[in-house]
């Protein structure tokens, strides 16, 4: 079966780091770009960060957070830095823009910043 696995979240304290890791059970060399997306209670779902398949950044919400690949492992990474409050979500990672490519959305990894 196809799927996403996202892992690496947690709680934190304001201005914390946390790295995620999104791991595809497929290829993500052909695919046009890969992106963090994530969704707070009682919001929509919003793209945070996208990297295309040459590796370039198309898309960052913030200069907290950075996006990275490894081809090899398949695997997507979201670094964040100086954690804020309002970062608060759970964390997912599909296609940009999000498609069928890996069936459905994972599982994603809660992310939550408290003091």
């Known amino acids: 079966q196809v799927q996403l696995v996202e892992s690496g979240g947690g709680l934190v304290q304001p201005g914390g780091s946390l790295r995620l890791s999104c791991a595809a059970s497929?290829?993500?060399?052909?695919?046009?770009?890969m992106g963090w997306y994530r969704q707070a209670p009682g919001k929509e779902r919003e793209l945070v960060a996208a990297?295309?398949?040459?590796?370039s950044i198309n898309y960052v919400v913030t200069g907290r957070f950075t996006i990275s690949r490894d081809l090899a492992k398949n695997t997507v990474y979201l670094q964040m830095n100086s954690l804020k409050p309002e970062d608060t979500a759970v964390y997912y990672c599909?296609?940009?823009?999000?498609?069928?490519?890996?069936?459905?959305w994972g599982q994603g990894t809660q992310v939550t910043v408290s003091s």
């Open positions: 599909n296609t940009v823009p999000a498609g069928p490519y890996f069936g459905s």
């Open positions: 497929r290829s993500i060399l052909g695919i046009n770009a």
């Open positions: 990297i295309t398949s040459g590796g």
